[in-house]
């Protein structure tokens, strides 16, 4: 199990690095269920691991010239804030135990893996929809108050539940501001960086980290982020999306069957 959990964990980095997204997807499932580590704790890690490969992978995609550092910085401005308030104050407030329904007790753990499997779901669709006909050249109408809005709204999802968001800000930012997909792709990995680390910012002195463990494993998705970008040009995104798609939606309703039948 544990070499497997190790694969795993470059596959994150891989998938961050082809198409700009799902890793976070992968992570609290890789820490909750192969690692044994605690669903809120995950979110943590998730936090760390993602932003920093996602920073690996902002900064190749730079150096070719796909990445707007004005968008990412203007898109941050709401999601980035929302995301440490969210992460600082809201978090801590939140009980251990919940709610009843019945005789089946609902918990801080099994809401945050239920969400995270809804959160999955929808991703899963957003990456199988075909998206061959997203126009490509740049537009000059900048929608900057819907743009503010999907920032508050991808920095709650990153600050409840650790997932940088990548399968929402890469259609957000080509359907809304007309971006190049090559280029979405790179400003993405800039946002969800940004937004990620200062997200883990939030956490410190609310959890104690296993600081060796959680740099091992951000090492191992580093790889698989400068992996992914390297034979990313060698291979067909649109079928690995789709193909990736498939696997996040079996892994979603997998967790939900889990949740339910463990308890």
Same mark, same amino acid.
């Given at each position: ?18 198409? !700009? ?15 044994? %580590?605690?669903?809120?704790?995950? /979110?943590?890690?998730?936090? =760390? #691991? ?8 902002? =900064? ?5 010239? /796909?990445?707007? %550092? ?14 440490? %308030? ?13 709610? +009843? ?32 006909? +997203? ?13 503010? %809005? ?31 997909? +090559? ?7 800039? #946002? ?11 956490? #410190? ?23 992914? !970008? ?22 979603? #309703? ?5 949740? =339910?039948?463990?308890?």
């Amino acid at each position: 199990m544990e070499i497997l959990a190790y694969t795993a964990s470059v596959f994150i980095g891989i998938s961050l690095g082809l198409i !700009g997204g799902g890793g976070s997807i992968l992570t609290v499932p890789v820490l909750v269920y192969m690692f044994g %580590v605690s669903p809120l704790l995950s /979110t943590s890690y998730s936090l =760390f #691991i993602v932003g920093s490969t996602s920073l690996i992978g902002a =900064f190749n995609s730079y150096k070719k010239g /796909t990445v707007s %550092v004005h968008t990412a910085l203007l898109f941050g401005a709401s999601s980035i804030m929302t995301v440490f %308030v969210t992460r600082k104050f809201l978090i801590p407030l939140i009980p251990k135990q919940l709610f +009843k329904i019945g005789d089946f007790q609902v918990t801080e753990s099994i809401l945050t893996m239920i969400l995270f499997a809804i959160l999955m779901i929808a991703a899963s669709f957003g990456m199988m929809i075909d998206d061959t006909q +997203k126009p490509q050249e740049v537009g000059s109408g900048n929608n900057y108050v819907k743009l503010f %809005v999907f920032g508050i709204g991808i920095g709650l999802t990153t600050g409840l539940l650790g997932a940088g968001g990548g399968f929402l800000l890469i259609p957000t930012l080509v359907l809304l501001l007309r971006m190049p997909m +090559k280029k979405a792709v790179g400003t993405s990995l800039l #946002i969800i960086a940004l937004n990620s680390l200062i997200g883990f910012a939030g956490d #410190i002195g609310h959890f104690e980290i296993d600081w060796r463990f959680l740099l091992k494993i951000t090492g191992i998705a580093i790889a698989g982020v400068v992996f992914g !970008g390297m034979i990313g040009r060698h291979v067909n995104s649109d079928q690995l999306k789709k193909g990736f798609g498939w696997f996040i939606l079996v892994m979603g #309703i997998y967790i939900i069957i889990h949740e =339910f039948l463990t308890q």
